[in-house]
């Protein structure tokens, strides 16, 4: 099929709606997309000992994400070089080899061959098969950022500093508050019936949603009253590849910002001797907190604070990030990760991991709130009527294209990229506009690689 004209609606932020859930345009996600794209599979933190290992897949292609004998990180195609056997079947561990359960063939953590069983009668010995050099695929690329380890299938990517551009100044925030780095735990694992696009727009820039979709939340007194936090004044910024919304905060110091959402005295000392001057005057002088964002295509971030208990006056601030792991065109499987700052004191990390469980878990009262509708948006999606229709996507724009409000300038804002106050969906039009540049190019050939010394 041809699918210009719908990639062209996207363009103007009118949305084909059958997009979220549509087999063929899933197929295209598949091939041109996730094949290309950068994607998360762990933080070093989760294998942090010689041995240490995870497995993690991007959509159908399972890794094993390892710590070699060395200390290196590699990310290995989880296949048995043999007959093809998933290698690794826990989901996480430490070990010094693999060996496959199908025949036993055994690799070393880096992926080497070092066992092949009846090697002399079998395959003629080392001269015969050369076992020497052989190693399961690494993944075509890999790269970290503040430890977050990323992979791509396409062994040309551009490198993760690139990709991830100026947003990387934003991602600082969630993933970088000391020079002792991060702590993550997780990930939780569920499956939602929606499609996977839906909640990383939704975590880019829909704080239109919040008053209507979270009502209950705030109802139920585990948060600020909404006038005390002005969300309709926080604002949207999209830079590089990601973007994501704030809250604007009554006005005070960087420490006085840091206070108000609940962090203690030691951590912020942490955080002035870690970000740069620009990234301190965001929350401290110009005044926006950095609240949900999105890295494309499917990476999310969440930074909230909660009541530590209902109707009292302390807020306690959490971490989390998630990924939006497609299953198909109308199934994700959430990975959710508390993320917390490794120098923290115990107490709050505590604290932290209990707001976070309560607002965004498996069972977080937002996380229900919003896949209800998720769920019946991905449904909706897949009849002949959605077919006919295009959704608007302009908020934050007129009919001519101008915007509501003229993009912040830089004593307003010191963040790099565009950024817009009030409500506007320019996160998710940058989103989508991505997501359009990646389907109409074709991917590149990849060669294939034969095993046992066979050109
Ligand atoms: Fe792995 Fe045969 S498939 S040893
Ligand atoms: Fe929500």
Redesign the pocket.
């Known amino acids: 099929t041809d699918h210009s004209a719908t990639f062209e609606a996207v363009r103007a932020g009118m949305i084909p709606a059958h997009i979220y859930n549509d087999k063929e345009i899933f197929e295209l996600e598949k091939g041109r997309l996730f094949s290309r794209s950068w994607q998360f599979v762990a933080h070093e933190s989760e294998i942090p000992d010689v041995g240490d290992y995870v497995v993690r897949r991007v959509l159908d292609d399972s890794f094993i994400v390892s710590r070699d004998s060395k200390g290196e990180v590699r990310a290995m195609f989880n296949m048995c070089l043999h007959r093809g056997m998933q290698v690794c079947r826990a989901e996480m561990g430490n070990a010094s080899h693999f060996r496959c359960p199908y025949h036993g063939w055994s690799y070393r953590n880096d992926g080497r061959i070092i066992g092949l069983p009846f090697h002399q009668e079998a395959y003629g010995g080392e001269e015969g098969f050369a076992k020497k050099g052989q190693t399961l695929l690494p993944a075509p690329s890999i790269d970290s950022y503040n430890g977050l380890i990323f992979i791509s299938l396409d062994p040309n990517a551009e490198s993760l500093k690139d990709y991830l551009g100026d947003f990387a100044f934003y991602l600082d925030y969630y993933t970088k508050q000391s020079k002792g780095g991060l702590e993550m735990r997780g990930p939780q694992r569920w499956r939602i019936k929606a499609n996977w696009k839906i909640g990383a727009e ?1 975590f880019a820039g ?1 704080m239109y ?2 008053p209507q ?2 009502t209950s939340v705030v109802e139920i007194g585990l948060f600020r009253e909404p006038k005390a936090e002005k969300r309709k004044d926080g604002n949207t910024y999209w830079a590089g590849n990601g973007g994501g919304t704030t809250y604007k905060l009554p006005p005070g110091s960087f420490e006085d910002s840091m206070r108000y959402v609940g962090y203690p005295d030691e951590m912020i000392e942490r955080m002035k001797e870690t970000w740069s001057p620009e990234q301190l005057k965001v929350i401290g002088e110009n005044g926006f907190m950095v609240s949900a964002a999105s890295i494309f295509p499917n990476i999310s971030l969440v930074h909230n604070w909660p009541k530590v208990e209902e109707h009292s006056d302390e807020v306690l601030p959490f971490l989390t990030l998630r990924q939006w792991q497609p299953i198909s065109e109308n199934e994700t499987e959430v990975l959710s990760w508390f993320v917390v700052d490794k120098d923290a004191p115990e107490e709050f990390k505590a604290l932290s991991y209990k707001a976070y469980l309560m607002c965004f878990g498996s069972t977080g009262m ?1 996380e229900q ?2 896949v209800e509708n998720w769920v019946s948006l991905t449904n909706t999606a897949a009849g002949s009527m959605a077919r006919r229709l295009h959704l608007n996507s302009r908020m934050g724009m007129k009919i001519d294209g101008s915007p509501v409000v003229p993009a912040l300038g830089p004593d307003e804002f010191a963040g790099p990229g565009e950024a817009h106050v009030g409500y506007g969906e320019y996160n998710q039009r940058h989103l989508l506009e991505r997501w359009v540049d990646y389907l109409e190019r074709e991917p590149n050939e990849v060669d294939a690689v034969s095993i046992g010394g066979l050109v």
Do not use: I, L, R
């Open positions: 939704n829909d949603h919040t979709t979270h937002f709130d919003d």
